[in-house]
């Protein structure tokens, strides 16, 4: 008898043991993840777009952008463009505008100075083109990535279209204008090499 109530010791000694350790074990691992947890790399400021920093997009073999900076620009918080600078081949800058919820995108390839108000125009004249504004929205403004031009927190975003699948942005603020002009494309028809 005394074998018995030795071995039903022995086992609820071993299951208390057990319990014990897996409890133990489960604190430990709870400690380490949130200590791994405050080391994770911060969120893709363009996750929400089709390219980000450090992607080289190419719409020819001749006719390509390596993206070294973005803005992100936002509404109320959501994400409504993003206006990718760079340089293209052979050394010509470039300027790309995503939108987060579109398949087509703006291939820019001439950025000038364009005479603009306090308020973005209506039309746009660009060449033998006059462009129509298509929307207009006040936005914040968020840096990343280099070679970007210099702009305020917050700006007024215009984008214009035009006949013959052409397209413009007028980003207005108090520091500078930026203005961009070129083709609209689908970002399918483009090759995208993601960065590093």
């Given at each position: 008898m005394s074998m018995i109530f030795f071995a039903c010791v022995a086992a609820?000694?071993?299951?208390?043991?057990?319990?014990?350790?897996?409890?133990?074990?489960?604190?430990?691992?709870?400690?380490?993840?949130?200590?791994?947890?405050a080391v994770q790399p911060p969120p893709n400021p363009f996750a929400a777009f089709p390219c980000g920093l450090q992607d080289v997009i190419a719409r020819t073999?001749?006719?390509?952008?390596?993206?070294s900076g973005g803005l992100r620009?936002?509404?109320?918080?959501?994400?409504?463009?993003?206006?990718?600078?760079?340089?293209g081949a052979p050394g010509v800058p470039r300027?790309?505008?995503?939108?987060?919820?579109?398949?087509?995108?703006?291939?820019?390839?001439?950025?000038?100075q364009v005479p603009v108000g306090s308020e973005?125009?209506?039309?746009?004249?660009?060449?033998?083109?006059?462009?129509?504004?298509s929307r207009r929205l006040?936005?914040?403004?968020?840096?990343?990535?280099?070679?970007?031009?210099?702009?305020?927190?917050?700006?007024l975003f215009a984008e214009y279209r035009g006949?013959?699948?052409?397209?413009?942005?007028?980003?207005?603020?108090?520091?500078?204008?930026v203005v961009a002009a070129g083709e609209v494309v689908t970002f399918a028809s483009l090759e995208r090499y993601p960065g590093s």
């Open positions: 609820s000694a071993a299951a208390v043991g057990w319990v014990a350790g897996r409890k133990a074990r489960d604190r430990h691992e709870a400690s380490l993840a949130g200590r791994t947890g073999k001749d006719d390509e952008l390596l993206i620009l936002s509404e109320g918080g959501s994400p409504v463009a993003a206006i990718f600078f760079g340089v300027v790309l505008v995503a939108f987060p919820d579109r398949s087509d995108v703006l291939w820019l390839t001439q950025e000038k973005p125009p209506t039309t746009l004249p660009w060449g033998e083109a006059l462009l129509e504004r006040p936005v914040l403004v968020e840096r990343f990535g280099t070679e970007l031009p210099e702009v305020d927190r917050e700006m006949g013959a699948g052409q397209g413009a942005v007028v980003l207005r603020g108090g520091k500078q204008t």
